[in-house]
């Protein structure tokens, strides 16, 4: 941390600030400028020291210098996290598609559309049994009948399920039925559910809240890495901006960013992110160009009489073009080696 | 709902419209402008509806027509709501302030705090026991202690109490302890607790999310009228924005739109509104100036040595200004009747 | 300006950068911390310093200590500038209140719109000849035909004029007739516009740019100033935000911000703020209370049949309203005297 | 446009409506809801007639039906434009890959880069001679001596040049040394200057405003087209978001989203979409996977001591390797045909 002084702090406003440093176990060291003092301050410093000594007198501002995340940095885990999820691996080179429906509505829409999504290729299950939805008057979710419907889907299919979990209480039970536990964009948030994903041992997809910076939701994942679940997948799902023309904003950029910064694997929704099905593919191919480690597309048996996001969920058929195009970008990313942020 | 046909759908594409919507149990209205058709659709249409038909060959758009909240809206329920706290009102003409530490840290601090707040003008005490932070290497609050603390400082000083709620496991306590449960800005969307304030009989505050617009947020309200919790309070709190120099944007503009298309009162946090102590009371002025309901301040008897948001503290004697200006300013306000969206 | 180098950063980047910083004429100083060494840097830093040495083998970030406006800047300049325009004063306590119509339509619109301000208590005129329009289809003004209304209006009442110059070709003839020469927001990094204006005699004022930070702008303030003219007023006039049910968010925090960190005047406008007739009284006084220097108001004799944004301009009646309750309230201001970040 | 009345309007309100309507020379179609009734609207319609319908009494909104652009629309022009540049095709299936210096700083780094990115594979030169700059103390340009130096490293390598034009004055100047005239993000909407370039033959590149909505920047492009200039370029270069990681946020859904609203081709600036040379690869490639008609991407011969934007701008090697990469994708999406929004 720097603290900037004003160009007419006084002499004892600095010491003042010295003594602070001093008085919280931390090391001043200080820069005399020409036209003002700065003082570095050395130590294990918090986000509450900042504030504190930002208020005293004769601070201009506060800088920050060590990012406020450890666990999920790259600075001290240099290698890529690799979550192993069955026999898909998320991160390391590998494509993890993650496919289904919105909601889950009945036992045959979902097998149907495991089957479906597979013969594509996409290599994991995805389906809402807990959907948070923004009206009360909205489709919640069949819930534990859901989580049902997605395991047998996984013993017809054989692919590894994901699924999102709301609350505390429903985690034992979404835990048990599925194979990577979702928290969804709206608890990113939610510090106690990230705690108690951190607790349990299956793997978590931790996707980015609507107005999260990448460093507070490196600091969501740093929750759960805190409690000891080392495997956190991240998902960039759009983020709010003042266009209206699609649902979120997808932030590719985010992809090679995250990568720089952390070890952990991301992938992207471009359902989500845009809102829309017909810019579903372009964003998908998107994703894969900017080294995403995975996808989750929303693909749906009949889209037109979805529960909830129909206009955003794939036909079958769409899904398939989807996969064609993704497997050969996928292949020329893979063959240039790492490239860009991962290289430097 | 309108559905906007393309200039060039078949006369088969606005047919089909016209089917699926009387499948629904909806009615079809059509009207053939001579550059394209327009179907007006009439009946009890949900958000589902309208992404199922956006997505229909021959479609151009959706056009919504009714808000999708109900129970919130002024149309359904002209007359203001005023929620009573104790000897408080909130709504109706009074102005509420809730003054207290952002995190209650001991006792004699929030009672110090309370005795002080009340000394200066204030009718309620605030003070965070349960604490959302960023990082998890934060300060979380004290939890149940905090809530005991906040219950002497009542004893002590008659103010009513208002304390967040983070999860539906600590409802019960919050919801025993305090007078006003408060539901934070990053669990404004946590639709399961949102369900659960919603059954308990304490009055509830909703802060604005931080990304939430003005719908959203009236319809994260519609979840707890909907739960039969009648006394639901809105605080604008600031919403994340491109400028930085400040920690939030203070949405003003909220409360007289919030008063002309809801009942329920509003009143302003410029605290976290801003994030910096010395933009407080100009924003505290403006809020009561635009005719907000109440405020809701932080106030520390040592903002340096806070534990949490120092920056954005004022000490006793900066409230003690702040109050007698926005008494001032009140008087105007109120003498001048009402005025702008709520006159019209 | 701190460069802040990686924890793995080896001695010769960290030498590297020293001498790249004493090859740019400026003057390193080190110091090293347990986990990383930083790098203060003195003397005379621009913008393109930091990017040079941003990209340097071994950097982590840098930070910026000096704010990159000087003449605009508090710091550099302790006193409140007050604008002189006729008789009316923009700083310095005094509330200066610019009323008229959005567009210039006709003479006997601006004579009468004119007329009805003054007596409402207005003390400058506004009103556009040269319309910036969103779609070339819509009404782009009057032009010198308008100027010339404008000075006939200020004829008939005594009141001073401000209207808004789109291009360097047309800011003679604005100069010429006005008394304020408006910068819009759509041209506030209009680079070469704001030279033209910083070297003409006439005052200025400059609307925030609709996503442009508080340094943007007082760094567009500096263009002006670097050119010679010191008459410069600001305008807050609302930033673009996720918000969609107002048509911009009106930054009202801007007003205290800015006070803080410049000595120039700042004026709020409520009319392009909202967007909405019906929230400006509200916001007008929200303005008032906060701070703010004085007001631009948009007033139209029949808002309904208005050439240009109708729906948010007041009738004389409204305006006649707003200016009661924004006299009572810039009373209970002024006899505060200075507080909060003025104060400080 | 659908006028949408209040549920407790009354008959008159709607007559008043209907009225009014008529009066402008439009016509009404009513359809009356069980909840409330809806004005439909036919005929010419302006921006400024819904404005001056929203403020009638009984009116609770107005909903647009058609969109405010025509000559760049896809509705009214099915067919993809290709903007011939020399022998380069912008649109159509080609990919237009500009790349240079930010700044032109002298003959011999121009004619050097010119050389260094054909030989990679660009075939278009960029170069900025006038320069928009945030502070009035940065480089700002060599101007004309600049547009020469650019014209030289055309001579040189037949590579056609884009540069930006700031001013109307500049325009004869910049129209004649260059093959296509870049608009500036900060001028996208300076009406005159998007007058003025659509009156001179050469092909314009309009980049999109920061805070520009997709449909504010089709109507900067109307601009140009109706002044009969048809060889319009878009170039999506990033949007001002809450995100400080990136300098602006790359919006790559406004790719197949353009693709889908409009004939004109769209190309991507990863360098100043970023902000950050080590994210321009990804981006690039993730541009062109998504269908972007071309790139502009930021190339100097010794970044580390760039006059402007050296934080951003690639290498020579490094471009090689960015052009290597996108020349494989491009094969695949191509060898795809149209897909996702265009082919809809």
Redesign the interface.
């Known amino acids: 941390m720097?603290v900037?002084m004003?160009?007419?702090a006084s002499l004892e406003q600095v010491e003042a600030i010295k003594s602070?440093i001093s008085e919280e176990g931390l090391r001043p060291?200080t820069?005399e400028?020409?036209?003002?003092t700065?003082v570095?301050v050395?130590?294990s410093i918090?986000?509450?020291h900042e504030?504190?000594l930002?208020?005293?007198p004769g601070v201009l501002q506060i800088?920050r210098?060590?990012r406020?995340?450890k666990l999920a940095s790259r600075?001290f885990h240099p290698e890529d996290t690799v979550v192993q999820v069955g026999e898909v691996r998320v991160g390391g080179g590998d494509l993890a598609v993650m496919a289904g429906p919105c909601s889950v509505e009945s036992k045959e829409q979902v097998v149907k559309t495991a089957l479906a999504v597979k013969t594509a290729g996409a290599n994991m299950l995805r389906g809402g049994a807990f959907k948070?939805?923004?009206?009360?008057?909205?489709?919640?979710g069949l819930g534990v009948e859901g989580l049902e419907y997605l395991a047998a889907a996984r013993e017809e299919t054989g692919l590894p399920v994901i699924t999102e979990v709301?609350?505390?209480?429903d985690l034992p039970a979404v835990s048990e039925f599925s194979d990577v536990v979702q928290v969804g964009a709206?608890?990113m948030?939610?510090?106690?559910l990230?705690d108690a994903v951190g607790q349990q041992s299956k793997p978590v997809m931790v996707k980015r809240g609507?107005?999260a910076?990448?460093?507070?939701w490196l600091?969501a994942a740093?929750?759960i890495l805190?409690q000891g679940n080392p495997n956190v997948i991240l998902c960039e799902r759009g983020?709010?901006?003042?266009?209206?023309?699609?649902r979120n904003?997808?932030?590719?950029?985010a992809?090679?960013?995250v990568q720089?910064l952390s070890h952990l694997p991301i992938v992207c929704d471009p359902s989500h992110?845009?809102g829309?099905?017909?810019?579903?593919?372009?964003?998908a191919?998107?994703?894969?160009?900017?080294?995403a480690d995975g996808l989750m597309v929303e693909v749906h048996p009949d889209?037109?009489?979805?529960?909830?996001?129909?206009?955003?969920s794939l036909t079958f058929e769409n899904f398939g073009?989807l996969m064609?195009?993704v497997r050969?970008?996928s292949k020329?990313?893979a063959?240039?080696g790492p490239?860009?942020?991962r290289a430097?």
Chains 1, 2, 3, 4 share one sequence.
Not at 166 to 169: H, L, S, Y
Request: proline share 4%; glycine share 6%; hydrophobic share 40%.
């Open positions: 720097i900037v004003k160009a007419d602070r060291s820069v400028g020409s036209e003002r700065i570095g050395l130590g918090t986000r509450d504030t504190a930002e208020r005293m800088l210098v060590s406020p995340y600075e948070p939805r923004t009206s009360p008057y909205s489709f919640r709301m609350t505390v209480e709206r608890n948030q939610n510090f106690n990230l609507l107005s910076t990448i460093e507070e600091l740093e929750y805190n983020i709010r901006t003042f266009e209206t023309a699609t904003t997808l932030d590719i950029s992809v090679p960013l720089k992110g845009t829309k099905w017909y810019l579903v593919q372009a964003m191919a998107a994703s894969v160009a900017a080294g889209p037109d009489h979805a529960k909830s996001d129909g206009a955003q073009l064609d195009q050969a970008l020329v990313v063959s240039d490239v860009g942020a430097q």
